[in-house]
């Protein structure tokens, strides 16, 4: 081979080792600090809300048994006061919903943190809008799921409706 044969070869392969690093740097920046969040629009009745991208609750934990039985069927007009964890890791858990927002995922700064290997650092979103529960999927790796069908816009949560998250599921209730 000639000369600059080999010069253009050893050129080509650290090329290819930089993009190498570059790509493994930038995997381990979003997996240690998550994606951007997107912020839902403001219904137009609402009264400036302003809270930020990341509030955790401020009400600590309240572990109680889960019932055995499903819950009564929601009424329209009414809103989730609590969170109920029905299987899992956490199986039993109960968060109260005193905030707009309730961050879930991994990352220790999260309202509910989720150990599991299925589950993102930063993965969805539970948010109070226009009276109503939304869920956001923060562009997580394995998807969110309500009802067994995958969140990509933000959607309603139903009353007693299964939120599967990694091996987590909950339920919104009364």
């Known amino acids: 081979m000639s000369e600059l044969t080999l010069l253009l070869l050893r050129i080509g392969f650290l090329i290819l080792m930089w993009a190498f690093i570059f790509a493994i740097v930038y995997a381990l920046r979003s997996d240690l600090f998550g994606t951007r969040v997107r912020r839902m629009p403001a219904p137009a009745n609402a009264v400036s809300a302003a809270s930020p991208a990341f509030a955790t609750p401020a009400a600590a934990p309240v572990a109680a048994p889960a019932p055995s039985s499903p819950a009564a069927p929601a009424k329209p007009g009414e809103t989730a006061r609590r969170l109920v964890i029905t299987s899992g890791a956490k199986e039993g858990l109960e968060l109260p919903l005193d905030d707009e927002q309730l961050t879930i995922g991994r990352s220790a700064d999260s309202g509910l943190v989720i150990r599991d290997d299925y589950t993102s650092t930063h993965h969805a979103r539970l948010m109070l809008w226009d009276g109503t529960w939304?869920?956001?999927?923060?562009?997580?790796?394995?998807?969110?799921?309500?009802?067994?069908?995958?969140?990509?816009?933000?959607?309603?949560?139903?009353?007693?409706?299964?939120?599967?998250?990694?091996?987590?599921?909950f339920e919104l209730r009364r």
């Not at 969140?151 to 998250?165: D, F, H, K, M, Q």
């Open 134 to 169: 939304m869920l956001q999927d923060l562009d997580s790796t394995n998807g969110t799921f309500l009802k067994g069908k995958k969140v990509g816009a933000p959607t309603a949560v139903p009353l007693n409706t299964p939120v599967s998250i990694g091996t987590t599921t």
